[in-house]
């Protein structure tokens, strides 16, 4: 699990680079809780989640970004988000059985 210890309004973490993602996931069982994460424009996601399955996201701010979060070829749990000012809040493409 990867996880704030202080809540999403006190750990923002942002891409140096507008064309990475903020969090690329490409493992299973991988959990990310309490961040907000932010700044990645360039057509990419604060969260990532490729070919990823029983991996969740909980009480993450994804904002001001391309995709606030984005499920590609995977199958999760997105729960608790807050998705805003982002291109697109929560995308999946050839992604199923997903819980959000």
């Known amino acids: 699990m990867i996880k704030s210890e202080n809540g999403s309004a006190k750990c923002v973490v942002l891409t140096a680079n507008p064309n990475d993602h903020v969090f690329y996931v490409s493992a299973d069982n991988v959990n990310i809780k309490s961040f907000t994460v932010t700044e ?4 990419t996601a604060g969260i990532y989640l490729y070919n990823s399955n029983n991996c969740g996201t909980e009480n993450v701010n994804a904002s ?8 590609r070829f995977s199958s999760n749990i997105i729960a608790k988000n807050t998705a805003s000012n982002n291109y697109d809040g929560i995308c999946l493409t050839s992604s199923s059985n997903n819980i959000i």
Do not use: E, K, Q, V
Request: glycine share 16%; proline share 0%.
């Open 64 to 71: 001001n970004n391309y995709y606030g979060i984005y499920l």
């Open 40 to 43: 990645a424009t360039g057509y």
